[in-house]
């Protein structure tokens, strides 16, 4: 089964609705789940009307080097949720700041990480009984997106192979300038980091629009998707997909 993993994006204080990593754009999402833009009326809204036990969380603040949302993730992991957390961690002092917000996915994005040497550290620093750590490509238009020259110089594959080595199983392919747009998620990326990592968790983010995209991928063999929009507006009901026969 393909999972589907509600996605929120954290913004000023509210959830707000990502348009193809446009950031300075974003403004409060309207939701079918929720009667504001509220972080926790929307957490409450997955919980309640999908039965949600897993939500990403992009604190696009902490991303920017601004304020963070930690009482509110602590407050949605309140919620029963299990917290995919992508607050621009690139060390493992970033990791370990966050450790104590009750987040069950740590998420290290190209975007933001300087060194790919890092990623050795951050699950070393996480220890056994921390959270885990997944690595996610992101990517904009296909290409690879970096905090640094280190990361777009090195390279997706040759970035997975040393995160896999680090011991980090769970990867996200996510292209930022789908994000939003309705056009369908783009999985050249996907697909190669699959054919060299079989045993990896794939998890595929941007432009995911409906049940027929979720059934695609499932077919494909991939774990799961990040939703949001597609949640938000009601075009996708259900948190799994079944892969056709």
């Not at 949600?52 to 949605?76: F, N, P």
């Not at 060299?196 to 049940?211: C, K, M, N, P, T």
Request: net charge neutral; aromatic share 2%; charged share 20%.
């Amino acid at each position: 089964m393909l999972r589907v993993i509600p996605v929120l994006d954290l913004k000023g204080g509210q959830a707000v609705h990502a348009i193809r990593g446009q950031r300075e754009g974003y403004r409060p999402v309207h939701s079918v789940l929720a009667g504001s833009a509220d972080p926790l009326d929307l957490g409450r809204g997955l919980v309640s009307r999908l039965g949600a036990r897993e939500c990403y969380v992009a604190d696009l603040d902490a991303i920017a080097g601004l304020a963070d949302h930690g009482s509110v993730i602590r407050a949605l992991a309140g919620l029963g949720l299990s917290v995919w957390l992508d607050a621009g961690i690139a060390t493992v002092a970033d990791a370990r700041r966050i450790q104590d917000l009750g987040v069950a996915r740590i998420i290290v994005g190209t975007e933001t990480l300087r060194d790919p040497r890092e990623l050795s550290a951050i699950v070393e620093g996480l220890g056994h009984r921390g959270p885990s750590c997944v690595l996610s490509l992101d990517l904009r238009d296909g290409r690879l997106l970096g905090g640094g020259p280190a990361v777009t110089e090195l390279g997706a594959g040759a970035l997975v192979t040393l995160a896999w080595k680090a011991g980090i199983r769970g990867f996200i392919v996510l292209d930022l300038a789908r994000v939003g747009s309705g056009e369908g998620p783009q999985l050249g990326a996907a697909r190669e980091l699959r054919r060299g990592f079989s045993e990896a968790e794939l998890v595929i983010g941007g432009g995911v629009r409906d049940s027929a995209d979720l059934s695609a991928l499932a077919e494909e063999g991939f774990q799961a998707a990040l939703v949001a929009t597609a949640l938000h507006r009601g075009l996708i009901t259900s948190l799994e997909a079944g892969r056709s026969a």
